[in-house]
């Protein structure tokens, strides 16, 4: 963008949706040349506890009882341990596949898995698929991360989106914990904003839940991209 005469090099802003919030956030924190950023269901706290509370909404939503949501909770908590701990993806893969089967050989929970793996996949398949994707270096990365620690470092102006009904990033606490991190940089160019009735991908929706997305005929609602370019159209006049 740098390179582009029709672009106005002193005005030049980033729009990051989830993960892609998070490489705004760290852009953002080490170059004085971003004039703005968006941050679009972008994380606000550490990767591994909103992960856990991400787990916690999306089985809610999906009618899992709470004991069985306190039990799932322990078993994935006890599991990012293990990954957090790990210094070697080979081993940690062993290690986790060996957790895992363990749990699946309690009767009551391998009853609980079959409440949240895909109905077509068999426990053992649906052990493995998970553990090859938690045992990703990525993975691990996004556990460890700290949002908090990056934004305080953000001296740019910020609007941080978060749709009411978001359970992979839920918007209360996350827009709190950005406004909070800013504010502790002595950021003061902070809107936050949560709008009603709007999933994790901004669609107008009923329930939030991730299995819905793919029913929802509509890309990206229309009000939040007109908050979006609002506030864009503010910071670029």
């Not at 170059?31 to 089985?59: C, T, Y």
């Not at 990033?169 to 709007?198: F, R």
Request: hydrophobic share 40%.
């Amino acid at each position: 963008m740098k390179t582009r005469k029709e672009i106005n090099q002193s005005k030049v802003g980033l729009v990051g949706h989830s993960e892609g919030g998070m490489i705004a956030q760290m852009v953002a924190s080490t170059r004085k040349d971003i004039n703005f950023i968006v941050l679009l269901a972008a994380p606000g706290f550490r990767g591994d506890s909103l992960l856990l509370i991400q787990q916690e909404l999306i089985e809610r939503a999906m009618g899992v009882t709470e004991s069985d949501i306190k039990r799932s909770k322990s078993i994935t908590k006890h599991a990012y341990q293990l990954i957090l701990n790990s210094q070697n993806t080979s081993t940690l893969k062993a290690d986790l596949l060996k957790y895992g089967n363990a749990i699946l050989a309690d009767k009551k929970d391998s009853v609980r898995m079959s409440k949240i793996k895909p109905p077509q996949m068999s426990h053992q398949d649906f052990l493995v698929a998970n553990t090859q994707v938690i045992s990703s270096p990525w993975f691990k990365y996004i556990l460890k991360y700290d949002p908090a620690k990056v934004l305080q470092k953000v001296n740019c102006a910020v609007l941080a989106l978060n749709g009411g009904k978001d359970l992979q990033i839920p918007a209360k606490e996350n827009l709190s914990a950005i406004a909070a991190a800013l504010k502790k940089g002595g950021n003061d160019h902070v809107t936050t904003l949560e709008l009603p009735g709007l999933n994790h991908l901004f669609q107008e929706c009923k329930t939030g839940s991730p299995s819905e997305y793919a029913t929802i005929e509509q890309t990206f609602s229309p009000k939040a991209l007109s908050v979006i370019s609002d506030w864009i159209y503010k910071q670029t006049k």
